[in-house]
Structure formats: C-alpha cells, structure tokens
C-alpha cells in the first residue's frame, strides 16, 4: 500500500537518505512522511493510487532531480501527484499546526495522467501560517494552478508545462533526446551525487534536465 512511510524521529538529523530508488505501483502513497526529515536525489516514485510524494505535517525535506509521475490507471485517482501540508486535525476537531522547517525540490518532475483536467491539480501545497514556512522549488516542471510567477521567494524558473517522457505508459520515464528546453535544469546549487542520474550515466551539459534521468543521447 505505501513504498515507504516515514514518522517523526526527534533527530536534528536527516531521518532517512533515499537516492537512486524506485518505487512504483502502490495502491496508496510511495512516499509517506509525516513530520519527517528526509533527503533524496535520483529517485522515481510512479504510479500509485493516490499520491506518488505525500510530505504532510511539517517536516524538513531536500530532494533533487526526483520523478514524481503518476499515471495509474487501475482505478479513479482523487489524490494530488505531489503533495505538502503542515497540520492535522486532532480528536477534538482543533487544527494542529507543525512547522515546515524545509521543502526544497531543485530539478524534480511532479506531473500525472489528470493534469489535463480543468479541475485537477497534480501539485497541491496546502500550509496553515504560510508566511513562518520555508518552501523552494527550483527548475521544477509542474502542474499547478498556483501563480507561480510573482513568487520568487517559493520558485524559481518553473515549468507548467507536460513533461518529455519515452513512454509513460509503459513505465519509461526517460527524456528522449528530442526533449525540448523546458525539461532544462540547473546544475547550481544540487545535491552531491546528482553528477550521475538514476543510470548512472553522467550529467553532461548538454544532457542536464530536470528529473532522475539525463537527456537520452539517441
């Protein structure tokens, strides 16, 4: 039902590394924090149920050139793709805010199969005291309603349109070699370890786009 879930862990430390991993096809979420503390590079999380990223109740998270892309097709999906928020509801009905200290995505696909819906948004972020959170993307390509343009303290160079992907369909979420310059990314400021992608093929220039894989050379 989730790939992986991760909880609260009362450590001022990153709780979990997860680089160069796949998680795919789960009837819930892949991945599941919960006021967690997580860094990640290189990973594909893809068609789940709900939603393939679902970072919720506060937490502190980096994550570079990660493919968030949900294109499940076995049931109706009511869930967002990508997924933020920073409270909960207790037993008595009062909303529980928790702090975001950090969510920065630097060159991550966060789309799906409902993005074309007019009444769907694959990206949803969804704080309670919006302006005390710490929120960044970077060269991230989305699918949002969200006015991104005017919010430079949130995003930077994004992305709205579909993304470049083999064939989704069939589960291949390279970007062919034909990929045009909105699936570009930034080498600045990335994560040690994103010199290489999900292939371990190196990030050339000239190949260096936004999600877990380079620019295919063919």
């Known amino acids: 039902g989730i790939g992986i879930q991760v909880d609260t862990t009362g450590t001022t430390d990153y709780a979990l590394e ?13 991945l599941f924090c919960q006021g967690a503390s997580v860094r ?3 990973n594909l999380i893809t068609d789940c ?6 970072f919720t109740i506060g937490g502190k ?4 050139h990660c493919t968030f892309a949900n294109y499940w097709n076995s049931s109706p999906r009511t869930a967002p ?13 009062q909303l529980i805010v928790r702090p975001l200290e950090q969510a920065e995505f630097r060159n991550c696909i966060m789309y799906g199969s409902n993005a074309p819906l007019s009444d769907f948004d694959e ?6 005291d919006e302006d005390a959170q710490s929120y960044f993307f970077s060269y991230c390509l989305l699918d949002s309603e969200i ?3 005017d919010d430079l303290l949130h995003y930077e160079q994004i992305r709205k349109q579909s993304p470049f992907f083999v064939d989704p369909g069939a589960g291949d979420f390279h970007v062919p070699s034909n990929a045009d310059t909105r699936m570009d990314g930034n080498p600045a400021g990335s994560l040690p370890g994103t010199t290489f992608d999900l292939d371990n093929q190196f990030r050339e220039n000239l190949l260096y786009v936004k999600g877990c894989y380079r620019k295919n050379t063919n």
């Not at 997860?18 to 892949?30: A, E, P, Q």
């Not at 149920?49 to 679902?54: F, R």
């Not at 998270?61 to 570079?64: C, G, I, K, T």
């Not at 793709?81 to 009905?93: A, D, G, I, K, M």
């Open 40 to 42: 990640g590079y290189n």
């Open 49 to 54: 149920a709900q939603s393939c990223g679902a």
């Open 61 to 64: 998270y980096r994550m570079d």
């Open 123 to 128: 990206f949803i972020i969804d704080l309670e």
């Open 147 to 149: 006015d991104v343009d």
């Open 81 to 93: 793709t990508f997924y933020v928020n920073n409270y909960y509801e207790s037993v008595n009905q």
């Open 18 to 30: 997860l680089s160069n991993t796949k998680i795919d096809n789960m009837s819930g979420i892949g």
